[in-house]
Nanobody, 124 residues
């Protein structure tokens, strides 16, 4: 079992930066692939990015590539989502998720464990 708790969400203006954290317990973040997803009002949950468990390989959705960065602090057992140059369309509830097995999954049903999410609101 892996328990995940997101934090760091809030209200920011377009162009600002924000860093989300995902603290894990029950397993080390270096033993599972850690993904980030988001769900905007009235939309389906979508893939944001994932970091591999062993080496620092990452995959990002085209919509965030070049603006968002996922990193991992094994000592703190925490994964981060650094979000720069935020846009109005980045407004969503952001979830972290953990996946066992193969790396590279971008579909939410491939992930085994989920946090409850943190709200990010970008205003103009």
């Amino acid at each position: 079992q892996v328990q995940l708790v997101e934090s760091g969400g809030g209200l920011v203006q377009a162009g600002d930066s924000l860093r989300l954290s995902c603290a894990a317990s029950g397993r080390t973040v270096s033993s599972v692939h850690m993904g980030w997803f988001r769900q905007a009002p009235g939309k389906e949950r979508e893939f944001v990015g994932v970091i591999s468990k062993s080496v620092t390989n990452t995959i990002y959705a085209d919509s965030v590539k070049g603006r968002f960065t996922i990193s991992r602090d094994n000592a703190k057992n925490t994964v981060y989502l650094q979000m720069n140059s935020l846009k109005l369309e980045d407004t969503a509830v952001y979830y972290c998720a953990a996946k066992e097995g193969l790396y590279g999954a971008i579909r939410e049903y491939d992930y085994n464990y989920w946090g409850r999410g943190t709200q990010v609101t970008v205003s103009s």
